[in-house]
């Protein structure tokens, strides 16, 4: 079987230039024939064929005379059984200790057909195979064979000491048929091959104490049924000294997976075409997913521009910090009002005094009055980073290292007892994750769909639940397609770059929604943290138009809908949305947003429907060229309190029941027109059909409050007297009219610290 290299996967269809994502001219649809033969070349005997034509040799197993009738190439010794010449064996009967052993000594192909076989080894793997071009298991239509190994293996000599699998081949191995096999690993693993492993056809149960089935130069799987329980992984390609190997490619099939490992997890490349793929890892995701985020209380009396108090013990990783790092977080803490004057205290310090300063200083905050709060950052996240900023993948590698298979060494059988350290992913790519169909269910302790490099979607229908990340790419996500449901997650995408640009996704996240994780290296802490470096970075991409940076979120097309606790759109950078449509739902408490970032947000096309806490509200830029409005209430409104948006004429534009709490949100649609005279509503009776909590052909009867407006500009601020000016605030706009795109609305009650146009005071409203 010849092995090719692999291809760029996304890659036809959308290229990443620089950070910066833009369509290729390129055919976007995929030829996933050509996609398959990149990583498999399958010839005529990996599928089924009759036998009983064509000359074979059949051996009868019996504990007491095993036999064999047909050409010679074979020997046997007691209960093990030798095949030295390539062809064709068909196997019946069963042995209670003894082995099959393939070592030819030529170069064809060996085939062994089981036609109800059932063997276990006392001693070592009950197949295996040193030796052959490559070997074919068939399974006949209506047989079932068990292969069941050794608790403990002995060992003809060192040269064997790599056997550690009931079925096991140091060559290319194919499975293929009708009929039923069942393995049982008790040693290490269910099925390895140290070569390719595809499978093409039958029903497939694997058990194992580690590893369920493992193909180190590639795992494929065709139009057979897959059914795995691991103490480890459940199928595995593990060749990491060949950038052309070390791939899973899912033609079609079923495949379920129960492992306390990963589910799937590939060095290079994991490809998904079709079939249906269920997947769980560890115990599944818990039954709620919570952020340390949700914890955070807001300590009392914080006026506009105020940092809030800080819990005890509030951990800071300054250590990890460059002396750059601490100049920048020192800068800041100074511009804000923060709790401490530092400036005095860290006078004629070194950086290194500084550091060690800092650290003191946090680990011994208290709060006033027990407010405040108590934030926990991740290992390897940089003060005020976002939670879904990971440790470095280099890190983050060894940190998952599955713990070791501990050899008991009275009893000399293997212990996969699963520690704190193994990684519990469902599934794993080293390099590259492209589904392009199929149905995958995925229900995982750990991401759900992860990538060292790349991650894309251009089909299918997946289903995901996790404890973690529901989509996570340490490189970029590409969502071109597919039907997406993230039932829980801790974050739901994240990734370097970010671009949906088809397809429909619904996602349900206990801190951000989509978090763009490249850019800037240090956040700000509160919203507002590096305003100054920000500005700089921006400005600097302003006179350099050939300029590209990481951190970019995406949205050319497709259906977005995010429910989350923390940041609802989270870009380091920028956003821009030229198409498309994004409902988000963001958080209800005050110290995240529901669209958050620190560059821009260009609205060029599409419909955005945002709404959330009013306690760092960001709208979109003064760049953009759709217009769009954020309405600021007086107060908290309970979910599904509809909102509507007429024109002149009292056709409503948009109106949507927001599904969770919320007390701003912003909208925009191609059908708000500039200089036209406008009214949004809240509250009263809403008739119409509604999908997430966006109406179609509605009414509205008898609202509670209205506002009418004519916007002048591309963004527009209103509150219940009119149109108003972002905030300022820190903590009332993430900088506000300072910071490019800044939003509007005051900490708490945000009409309060605005002034509407026409001058009218508001203060005692």
Known sequence: MRKKGTISLAFSAILIVGGCSEKSSTETTMDTEALISSYVD?????????????AFTKITLDDEATTFDGSGGVIINGQNVEIHSSGTYVLEGALSAGQIKVNTEDTGNVRLILNGVEITSSTNAAINIEQSNKTIISLEEGTENNFTDATAYVYEND??????????????????????????????????????????????????????????DVFALSNATVNITAGGDGVKSSNDGDAARGNIVLESGYLNVKAQGDGLQAEKEIIVVDGEFSIKTGDGSPETVTSSESDMGMGGGNGPGEMPEMGAGMSMDFSSMTDEEVEAFV???????????????????????????????????????????????????????????????????????????????????????????????????????????????????DDALHSNGDLTIQGGEETLSTGDDGIHADGNVFIAGGDITILKSLEGIEGTNIEISDGTVHLKAADDGVNVSGGSSMNEMFGAFDQASTTTETEELEEDDTATEDGQLTISGGYLYVDADGDGLDSNTNITMTGGTAIVYGPTEMMNGTLDYDGTFKMEGGTLIASGSAGMP??????????????????????????????????????????????MIVISSPDLELNVESTIS????????????????????????????????????????GVTEASSSMMGGGMGGNMPGGGGGGFGRPQEQQQPENNEDTSNE
Not at 174 to 203: A, C, E, F, P, W
Not at 624 to 633: A, C, E, L
């Open 42 to 54: 399958y010839d005529s005997e990996d599928y089924y064929t009759a036998w009983e034509g064509d």
């Open 159 to 216: 040269a064997n000491q790599e056997v550690g699998a009931a079925i096991f081949s140091k060559d290319d191995l194919v499975i293929n048929g009708t009929g039923m096999l069942t393995v049982n690993g008790q040693y290490k693993d269910g099925i390895t091959s140290r070569d390719d492993l595809i499978v093409t056809g039958g029903t497939i149960n694997v058990t194992a104490i580690d590893d369920g089935v493992v193909g180190r």
């Open 331 to 445: 800068e800041n803490m100074e511009n804000m009002n923060f709790p401490i004057d530092i400036s005095t205290e860290i006078e004629g310090m070194t950086t290194t005094e500084i550091r060690a300063y800092l650290t003191t200083t946090f680990e011994s905050m208290t709060p006033p009055g027990g407010g405040g709060m108590d934030r926990q950052p991740k290992d390897g996240q940089m003060p005020g980073e976002s939670t879904g900023q990971k440790t470095p993948p280099e890190e983050q590698q060894n940190k998952e290292q599955k713990a070791p298979v501990e050899k008991d060494t009275e009893n000399n059988t293997a212990n996969a007892s699963v520690d704190e350290t193994t990684s519990q992913k469902g599934i794993k790519a080293g390099k590259n994750l492209n589904i392009v169909g199929g149905t995958v269910t995925v229900d995982a302790v």
């Open 618 to 663: 960001l709208g979109v830029s003064d760049e953009s060229t759709q217009n769009t409005i954020m309405m600021t209430f007086d107060e908290t409104l309970e979910a599904n309190t509809p909102v509507t948006v007429t024109n002149a004429d009292g056709e409503q534009i948009i109106t949507v029941a927001p599904e969770k709490m919320y007390q």
């Open 682 to 721: 809240h509250g009263g009776t809403i008739t119409g059909e509604v999908i997430d909590g966006v109406y179609t052909n509605a009414k509205t009867t008898a609202p509670t409050d209205s506002v009418t407006y004519s916007p002048t500009t591309v963004m527009t601020y209103l509150n219940s007297s």
